[in-house]
RNA sequence: CGGGGUGUAGCGUAGCCCGGUAUCGCGUCUGGUUUGGGACCAGAAGGUCGUCAGUUCGAAUCUGGCCACCCCGACCA
């Protein structure tokens, strides 16, 4: 299936764009580099958001809300951070229009309503949120702050594409923060379990955690942590990140706290987000060339019911026989909807479900009423049965439990077929304009080293995989001394 | 910001070199026949040809400015 698909990067770029419009999930708006996204990809979205809200509440947080706007001088106060994305920043300058007395009926930004300082819209909340957190934080009682925030963010991209990278974009960003050093790590690393449980169990995407290198991580932070997963093209896909601050924020923002013991010190701090990305990533882990493929836990729709009818009379006929049948499936919890359109045919229904990654579809006509039966048909295998009614929920239930199961193992086992040990940099490079994929090899651990790599192959240091085996080794690279592989691939 | 390209109906396009109010497909609408895998036939509607200016009796077509978008770089924690 996967062979199917098309190869040449550029041809999956393609692939994957017309698959997002076709499948109705988004479009670009006239608006440069920004996405409409349209209701069925924002119930997905909406379905991600359920999910991962409820694992941060399980976890102990909360969320809360802060203002798109950060004063430019709030926005600079940690440099590193600042400077990362000075480049990227859309920035308001003025706070009125007013008519344009050159042309008639036209709009102007009025000269004077300049704004005495420029305000940078956020591409991330650090900022206005440690600000926030130095008025609320005075003693070790006030920690840990454990909040969450659903929002937009603007990054001014150069070339952008629909989920994958657009100049806004939503997301969730968890800003902590903690009383130690420890706990703060702890939580890093605890949300990274989160996002690799989500990605693996909702999204039914394997994916490597791992430390990112220094040349990577998040400006500002001491320690970032990705999942990465592996798209069906061979790129690999950042899937989320959780930095570890350390008191980087915390001095910035002037954010101390008295301890248990009177000592004052700066707050430990942590941030953490996934995006609208995740939905670029469940369709290239997972779609093939009819479409789009939904696990069951993320479908907006679980289960489609076509009825086949050549009458009214024939439809309201199979509309009463059905009807038991969707009020015990909704009554299991899944997601039902009966498509008794008649102005389409049932071929142009199948093909337009499929092309949305509708788990599981029911066709029902005159044929199943006699013989007391539905034909039931699976997204991801494409197989068909006929079965009794009686019994069908619980075999439509059994069903999208497999299809769940089957669409992880089956990316996992793409992943495994895909991720290489090499030893040389020939081989490296051979392994990366071939198959390509993960590629796990020895480096020196040195920026220069990594940036030479980038420079000559475009691949970079997805991440320095939390699991792996010690292994002593030297660098494809310079040569010098490795203890252990680290995780290379070309990236979206 | 550098290099290349494109703007024509809701979408995708032909026409441009060689000037005469615009082609085809999809979609939409109407009528009929169809309906267990993207139906067919007949008819219809839909256009400031990106924008502004110039050349010309006449501009989608030629010239210049502007705008927008796409691709390749640079950039993308």
């Not at 997301?171 to 702890?186: C, D, K, L, S, Y």
């Not at 954010?255 to 942590?270: E, I, M, N, R, S």
């Not at 493929?293 to 489609?304: D, M, N, Q, R, T």
């Amino acid at each position: 299936m996967a062979k199917q698909l098309p190869t040449r990067a550029e041809d999956y770029a393609q692939w994957y764009v017309d698959l997002v419009k076709k499948a109705d999930l988004a479009e670009n708006s006239d608006v440069r580099g920004c996405m409409v996204i349209k209701p069925y990809g924002y119930a997905i979205w909406e379905k991600m958001q359920q999910a991962l809200d409820k694992m941060f509440k399980d976890t102990g947080h909360v969320n809360a809300y802060f203002p798109l706007f950060v004063p430019k001088s709030m926005f600079e106060a940690e440099e590193k951070n600042a400077e990362g994305f000075a480049k990227e920043c859309a920035v308001v300058t003025h706070y009125r229009l007013k008519n344009d007395p050159s042309r008639p009926g036209k709009l102007m930004v009025d000269p004077d309503a300049k704004l005495e300082e420029e305000l940078v819209v956020r591409p991330t909340s650090e900022a206005i949120i440690w600000s926030t957190y130095k008025k609320w934080i005075q003693s070790y009682r006030d920690l840990p702050i454990l909040i969450n925030q659903w929002a937009n963010v603007v990054r001014w991209e150069m070339r952008t594409r629909l989920f994958l990278r657009t100049a806004e974009f939503l997301w969730q960003e968890g800003h902590t923060a903690h009383a130690t050093r420890q706990e703060a790590e702890t939580e890093t690393l605890r949300i990274l379990d989160v996002y690799a449980d989500f990605a693996e169990n909702f999204m039914a995407l394997p994916v490597i955690k791992g430390k990112k290198s220094d040349g990577e991580k998040f400006p500002g932070a001491v320690d970032t942590y990705c999942i990465e997963g592996l798209m069906q093209d061979g790129k690999a896909l950042q899937c989320g990140t959780t930095h570890f601050l350390g008191q980087n924020f915390a001095e910035a923002f002037d954010v101390k706290f008295t301890a248990k013991d009177g000592k004052l010190d700066y707050v430990w701090g942590t941030s953490w987000g996934v995006s609208t990305r995740l939905i670029g990533g469940l369709i290239m882990a997972h779609a093939d060339d009819d479409g789009l493929i939904l696990p069951p836990k993320l479908a907006p729709i679980h289960v489609v019911i076509v009825p086949i009818f050549r009458s009214e009379e024939e439809l309201t006929r199979i509309s009463s026989a059905i009807e038991p049948v969707i009020v015990l499936l909704r009554a299991a919890g899944l997601s039902v909807k009966y498509d008794n359109r008649d102005t389409q045919k049932p071929g142009f229904k199948f093909a337009q479900y499929e092309m949305q990654g509708v788990p599981v579809r029911i066709a029902v006509g005159p044929r199943d009423l006699d013989n007391g039966t539905l034909e039931v048909a699976r997204r991801d295998t494409k197989e068909k049965k006929v079965i009794p009614v009686d019994g069908a929920v619980q075999a439509i239930e059994q069903m999208l439990d497999e299809i769940q199961k089957n669409l992880y193992a089956r990316a996992l086992k793409f992943r495994e077929d895909n991720t290489t040990k090499v030893d040389t940099y020939e081989e490296f490079k051979r392994v990366l304009d071939g198959e390509a994929g993960f590629v796990l090899a020895h480096w020196d651990g040195t920026a220069a080293t990594e940036a030479k790599i980038k420079e000559e192959t475009k691949a970079t240091i997805r991440c320095i995989p939390l699991v792996s085996v010690a292994e002593d080794g030297s660098c494809i690279y310079s040569g010098k001394p490795s203890a252990g592989r680290v995780l290379f691939a070309r990236a979206y």
